[in-house]
């Protein structure tokens, strides 16, 4: 985020540059050069985006000229979520096609693969907005998931880089999971390949309520994969793989992992957790604030999605909890 031109003056010879966005009062460059996008967006220095209903121009006239006559100031959808200025409201692409299409060329410059532009009435849209002044509600990221796949229970994500480092993205993979739950369906995971920012709020979401659970185990020699799958929500393989990418898991036999309760990973997520709760500009998801208590969602594809291969029944695999008595010890192995 900046307002130095100097930088976009710099990249202007190089065909090959990514644009900037301007929206609002913010200013930040893009990420990808997409296919899917106009191609006079990868042929300008900087492309202007309308904050609430993400009419997109090149040229600085236009978006002024625009921002006189623009109605909309919220997207075309119902809030779902409303906590202080955040926002979240559920948009359906067959109902508000203009929008959401707007929505996922956006994307196409932020994330590499899996943004469908074409199909977006396959998709529902939640979209998080931060209302900086009275009845007017920016758009500040959104996630998609496919309709009647309630256990994928996310495709795409993206947060504005304006609006990153305030839980914004943990607060989207949680209501990812609170959805999944109103229909009735206990673990969900998302559609794989995850983008670099998917994966990483991810992999915090799956950390923070895998340890929450562990830190009330302490004294248990054996943990039931499936215990903790069930109470966290999350996958098997999708636990399995983050105790992994925090080298806390090791096999042992066939049916059995071992689990290295490492105090300092714990004592840091402790304190981090403490951190973040006196931060005021960080949220976190609160069931009191989140507005739908129940679904009328029906799964016309019930018996095709019964077909499909999921994890969560597919094993009775045991952790065996083990203490390293010192950090020697977890090198060693």
């Known amino acids: 985020m900046t307002n130095d031109t100097s930088k976009l003056n710099s990249t ?83 109902k508000a096609q203009t929008y959401c299409e707007d929505l996922c060329l956006l994307a196409t410059l932020f994330i590499e693969s899996k943004v469908e532009i074409k199909n977006v009435h396959r998709f529902r849209f939640y979209v998080l907005t931060v209302s900086h002044s009275e009845n007017q509600y920016h758009f500040a990221g959104f996630f998609s998931k496919l309709q009647f796949q309630e256990r ?44 670099t920012q998917g994966l990483l709020c991810y992999r915090k979401y799956w950390k923070s309520k895998i340890f929450d659970y562990l830190l009330t185990k302490t004294n248990e020699d054996q943990l039931a994969i499936n215990s903790i799958s069930k109470a966290t929500s999350i996958s098997t393989c999708d636990i399995i793989e983050t105790l992994a990418s925090l080298n806390m898991i090791r096999m042992l036999e066939k049916d ?7 105090q300092e990973l714990l004592d840091e997520y402790v304190q981090k957790s403490r951190d973040t709760q006196v931060r005021p500009e960080v949220v976190t998801f609160d069931s009191k604030y989140f507005k739908i208590k129940s679904t009328s969602i029906t799964l016309p594809f019930e018996n095709k999605c019964k077909r499909l291969k999921f994890d969560d029944d597919e094993t009775a695999m045991t952790f065996l909890n083990y203490y390293p008595s010192s950090k020697n010890d977890q090198q060693s192995d």
């Open 12 to 94: 202007s010879a190089n065909n090959k540059a990514r644009p900037w966005i301007q929206t609002g009062r913010f200013e930040f460059e893009t990420v990808c050069r997409s296919t899917l996008c106009p191609k006079e967006w990868l042929q300008v220095e900087k492309i202007h985006v309308c904050e609430c209903c993400l009419k997109t121009t090149i040229h600085e006239t236009s978006a002024r000229r625009h921002r006189t006559k623009c109605t909309q100031t919220q997207p075309p959808g119902c809030v779902i979520y409303s906590q202080n200025d955040v926002n979240i409201f559920e948009v359906l692409g067959w």
């Open 152 to 195: 994928l229970n996310l495709s795409c994500l993206l947060i504005l880089p304006p609006y990153r480092n305030r839980g914004f993205g943990s607060l989207l993979v949680h209501i990812s999971y609170a959805l999944s739950h109103l229909a009735n369906v206990h673990t969900g995971t998302p559609e794989r390949p995850l983008s």
């Open 256 to 262: 059995k992992l071992i689990i290295y309760r490492s």
